[in-house]
């Protein structure tokens, strides 16, 4: 089973001091990378069990004008890079808002408090989207347009604003006071299929493979309980399940998860490869675990 692309680290909080202005503008930035890494060392806030289970946030909590502002400012500032622009999602605003209220009620700046999910996990409770990447801004400022300006003067957080992997994005601005306490939740969402799409898609890598190797094309044919087979290994989260093994027994397998299900896991060519080979089977399931809790497919490939 390949190794998860997210892990749960935060990043260390730094304090963004800008010289014509008092007092001083404090802000955080979080990306998630592919390989895992956090760009910064961890350090956590405190806040109650009770308060990282905000139910919806009532309009008058947060400022949708400013939240507006600051997605447009983002924007702007991507098209001046030559970057897409970011693409609202009411899911990760949710998210986004809650952890605003988190904020204003401890008064601190963190990524996950003492009680709270982590990104990944706060992200996916609130969204649909299939998300292989996140990022997290937060901060606090006075006004949306100073937020912005003074975020994009910080390298980590300007380094969030104008990731080109990034496309879709949710704001969160809650009021403190005359201060207000700023969220920037970014992903990289994926497309969807259906399972029959993705069972076409591996499919189709299946017989390309099969050319790349000079072999003979595979026949293709249903093998009845293979999706359920593929639903076990994500109910238990791991692809050695006793379904897999019973089925190990009569098969050749390859168990995968993916992201994209076009492509084959590495080392597949070599399975692929054999000219023995006469047909293939592929069982699908889609579903969110705690080790890809945004979702991913679970593939199940038989041999014979």
């Known amino acids: 089973m390949r190794n998860p692309t997210r892990l749960t680290l935060m990043a260390v909080l730094l304090a963004l001091s800008v010289a014509w202005v008092l007092p001083p503008v404090y802000s955080d930035a979080l990306s998630e990378r592919p390989d895992g890494a956090s760009a910064q060392p961890s350090q956590r806030g405190t806040l109650k069990p009770v ?61 996950q408090f003492d009680g709270e999910a982590a990104l990944p996990q706060r992200l996916a409770a609130e969204t649909r989207l299939q998300l292989d990447r996140e990022g997290e801004n937060v901060a606090f400022d006075y006004n949306a347009d100073d937020g ?21 994005v949710g704001l969160g601005v809650a009021h403190s006071g005359d201060r207000l306490y700023i969220v920037e939740d970014f992903g990289h969402a994926l497309p969807t299929f259906s399972l029959a799409e993705a069972k076409t898609r591996v ?18 044919r249903e093998l009845a309980n293979l999706d359920e087979a593929a639903c076990s290994m994500a109910k238990e989260d791991k692809l050695g399940t006793s379904s897999i093994h019973q089925l190990a027994q009569r098969y050749t397998l390859l168990t995968f998860t993916s992201l994209s299900p076009g492509t084959l896991p590495a080392g597949a060519s070599q399975a692929m490869a054999r000219p023995t080979l006469r047909s293939y089977s592929i069982g699908a399931c889609y579903a969110r675990t705690n080790t890809y809790p945004t979702g991913v497919y679970w593939i199940v490939l038989a041999l014979d």
């Open 51 to 111: 308060a990282s289970t905000t139910p919806d946030i009532p309009f008058h909590e947060y400022d949708f004008q400013a939240e507006q502002r600051m997605i447009e400012l983002a924007n702007q500032s991507r098209m001046q890079a030559g970057l897409q622009a970011l693409k609202y999602d009411s899911g990760l605003s949710r998210a986004a808002r809650i952890h605003a209220q988190a904020m204003v009620a401890t008064h601190q700046l963190s990524h």
């Open 148 to 168: 912005h300006k003074h975020l994009m003067l910080s390298p980590p957080h300007r380094a969030n604003l104008l990731n080109p992997e990034y496309n879709v």
């Open 203 to 220: 499919s189709s890598a299946v017989t390309q493979a099969r050319r790349q190797a000079s072999q003979h094309e595979l026949q293709q």
